[in-house]
């Protein structure tokens, strides 16, 4: 956004991004063409946390985190940004809430996802079998689990992870009775899927207890020297809390 902000304007903006997951601009630029320009002329400094970012002091007129800065520790991460930042520089930062609708909907969900993670299918070797019966008793396996799937939602017929979940193994079991190595792969899509979602709900949600009992944790950056000048509720078309945005600046 701030590098398309920037070419619409003409400002000539030095755009740089920093994030602890490997960022591929190659791949970013090839899923979105559109952007491919703009993408490029970001300074991507991809695995490399903001406690790891090594750059001079008062290097950034404006600093931003979307769903960020709140999973870090907070003190040292708002000395950082003060000490980053130039005399009158900006921090804007959009952060997670307990009370938004997507931390109500992981908590929901966090149960499934620990049960679905435990189970033998998800949790066995993902080698592809390679004899006949090799692949009999990974189908049984798949059938068992199924079944446990059923049951649990049987309990609770709201439960969509269980559903989505079970519908995509349904599928993967037909589809092997006549291609077994694309189901397969299929089903390895599946499992890393899962385990993203089980590792993102569990930091959601610890990182939404933590925000519980420090409702007030924003202040960290006040204590580092900078001053709170705009905090607003950010909803979502249908009124719902997505977030909270906060401005602080530096005098």
């Given at each position: 956004?701030?590098?398309?902000?920037?070419?619409?304007?003409?400002?000539?903006?030095?755009?740089?991004?920093?994030?602890?997951?490997?960022?591929?601009?190659?791949?970013l630029?090839?899923?979105?063409?559109d952007?491919?320009?703009?993408?490029?002329?970001?300074?991507?400094?991809?695995?490399?946390?903001?406690?790891?970012?090594?750059?001079?002091?008062?290097?950034?007129?404006?600093?931003?985190?979307?769903?960020?800065?709140?999973?870090?520790?907070?003190?040292?991460?708002?000395?950082?940004?003060?000490?980053?930042?130039k005399?009158?520089?900006?921090?804007?930062?959009?952060?997670?809430?307990?009370?938004?609708?997507?931390?109500?909907?992981?908590r929901?969900?966090?149960?499934?996802?620990?049960?679905?993670?435990?189970?033998?299918?998800?949790?066995?070797?993902?080698?592809?079998?390679?004899?006949?019966?090799?692949?009999?008793?990974?189908?049984?396996?798949?059938?068992?689990?199924?079944?446990?799937?059923?049951?649990?939602?049987?309990?609770?017929?709201?439960?969509?992870?269980?559903?989505?979940?079970?519908?995509?193994?349904?599928?993967?079991?037909?589809?092997?009775?006549?291609?077994?190595?694309q189901?397969?792969?299929?089903?390895?899509?599946?499992?890393?899927?899962?385990?993203?979602?089980?590792?993102?709900?569990?930091?959601?949600?610890?990182?939404?207890?933590?925000?519980?009992?420090?409702?007030?944790?924003?202040?960290?950056?006040?204590?580092?020297?900078?001053?709170?000048?705009?905090?607003?509720?950010?909803?979502?078309?249908?009124?719902?809390?997505?977030a909270?945005?906060?401005?602080?600046?530096?005098?």
């Open positions: 956004m701030g590098q398309a902000f920037s070419d619409q304007h003409h400002r000539d903006f030095c755009v740089s991004a920093c994030d602890a997951a490997n960022i591929k601009l190659r791949e630029s090839t899923q979105h063409p952007y491919a320009a703009q993408l490029r002329a970001i300074k991507m400094l991809s695995r490399t946390p903001l406690n790891n970012l090594n750059v001079p002091e008062h290097s950034f007129d404006l600093i931003t985190s979307q769903f960020g800065f709140e999973y870090t520790p907070w003190s040292e991460s708002a000395a950082i940004v003060a000490r980053l930042l005399p009158g520089g900006h921090f804007a930062m959009v952060a997670h809430r307990p009370d938004s609708t997507i931390v109500i909907q992981m929901y969900q966090q149960a499934d996802l620990e049960f679905l993670a435990g189970l033998d299918l998800f949790t066995a070797p993902k080698k592809r079998p390679n004899t006949a019966a090799a692949s009999k008793r990974w189908l049984t396996l798949v059938e068992r689990t199924l079944n446990e799937i059923y049951q649990r939602f049987q309990a609770n017929r709201e439960a969509l992870i269980l559903r989505q979940v079970g519908e995509q193994l349904e599928s993967i079991k037909q589809q092997a009775q006549q291609k077994f190595n189901a397969h792969t299929k089903f390895i899509d599946l499992a890393n899927q899962l385990t993203i979602s089980h590792v993102t709900a569990a930091d959601l949600t610890a990182m939404a207890r933590r925000l519980e009992h420090e409702p007030n944790w924003h202040i960290a950056l006040q204590k580092a020297g900078l001053q709170l000048t705009q905090q607003c509720d950010i909803r979502y078309d249908t009124g719902d809390i997505a909270t945005g906060y401005v602080f600046h530096v005098p």
